[in-house]
Antibody, heavy 118, light 111 residues
Framework: QVQLQESGPGLVKPSETLSLVCTVS????????WGWIRQPPGKGLEWIGY???????NYNPSLKSRVTISVDTSRNQFSLELTSVTAADTAIYYC????????????WGQGTLVTVSS | DIVVTQTPLSLSVTPGQPASISCKSS???????????LYWYLQKAGQPPQLLIYEVSNRFSGVPDRVSGSGSGTDFTLKISRVEAEDVGTYYCMYALHVRTFGQGTKVEIK
C-alpha cells in the first residue's frame, strides 16, 4: 500500500519561501508523476504542479514563476518550494501520486496546513 | 488556461434518491491516444480527496456501481443512482490532459 506523508513548517512569514517534503513509502517513485495540490481553508482544490521521477516538471501557469518541485529518488521523496509567499498562500498542502499510466491522484497524503503570517 | 465549471455548487438529496452533477471544461480532455482525461473525486470532511472515476466513466477500485460517470467532448456528468449517507461530501471534477484543473466543487448533503 503506497503511503504519502507531507512534512515542513506550519508557519511561514510573508515574502519568505514555503518548503515542504513528501515522503513516499510502500512503493517506488519510479515510472510515476508526483504532484502537489493545495486547498485554502474552506475553499476548493488548486493544482500546483507535478514532477516525473526522472525530474521533468509541469507547473500551474498561475504559480509557475514562484514554484519549484524537485525529486530525490534515493530518499523516495519529492519537494515543493514556493517563493515570495503572501497570506493568499495559506492552505492545506497535499502531495499525491499523479500519473503512472492508469490513474491521476490515486494516492494522497493527509495534507499539512501552512499558514503565512508574521 | 483551462476552465472547469461544475453545476450545481450544492445539492441536498433525500436518501435513496438520485443525484447528478455536471462538469464542463473549456477544452476537450481528449488525448491523441484516444483516452479522455476527465476525473471525479470525493472529498469527505477532514480528509484528502479520494478518486472515484477515471477517464470519464471508469470506476476506481472499491467505488460502488451506483456511482457512474459519462460524457464526451467538453460536457461530463457524475450520477449517483441512490444517494446514501456515505456519499456526503464535496465532489470535484478534474481536467487532466497535460495540466490539471479542478472544478469549483459540488457540496452534497443529505436532507
Amino acid at each position: 500500500q503506497v503511503q504519502l506523508q507531507e512534512s515542513g513548517p506550519g508557519l511561514v512569514k510573508p515574502s519568505e519561501t514555503l518548503s515542504l517534503v513528501c515522503t513516499v513509502s510502500g512503493g517506488s517513485l519510479n515510472n510515476y508523476h508526483w504532484g502537489w495540490i493545495r486547498q485554502p481553508p474552506g475553499k476548493g482544490l488548486e493544482w500546483i504542479g507535478y514532477i516525473y521521477y526522472s525530474g521533468a516538471t509541469n507547473y500551474n501557469p498561475s504559480l509557475k514563476s514562484r514554484v519549484t518541485i524537485s525529486v530525490d529518488t534515493s530518499r523516495n521523496q519529492f519537494s515543493l518550494e514556493l517563493t515570495s509567499v503572501t497570506a493568499a498562500d495559506t492552505a492545506i498542502y497535499y502531495c499525491a501520486r499523479d500519473y503512472g499510466g492508469n490513474y491521476v491522484f490515486d494516492y494522497w497524503g493527509q495534507g499539512t496546513l501552512v499558514t503565512v503570517s508574521s | 488556461d483551462i476552465v472547469v465549471t461544475q453545476t450545481p455548487l450544492s445539492l441536498s438529496v433525500t436518501p435513496g434518491q438520485p443525484a447528478s452533477i455536471s462538469c464542463k471544461s473549456s477544452q476537450s480532455p481528449l488525448h491523441s491516444d484516444g483516452r479522455t482525461y476527465l476525473y471525479w473525486y470525493l472529498q469527505k470532511a477532514g480528509q484528502p480527496p479520494q478518486l472515484l472515476i477515471y477517464e470519464v466513466s471508469n470506476r476506481f477500485s472499491g467505488v460502488p456501481d451506483r456511482v457512474s460517470g459519462s460524457g464526451s467532448g467538453t460536457d461530463f456528468t457524475l450520477k449517483i443512482s441512490r444517494v446514501e449517507a456515505e456519499d456526503v461530501g464535496t465532489y470535484y471534477c478534474m481536467y487532466a490532459l497535460h495540466v490539471r484543473t479542478f472544478g469549483q466543487g459540488t457540496k452534497v448533503e443529505i436532507k
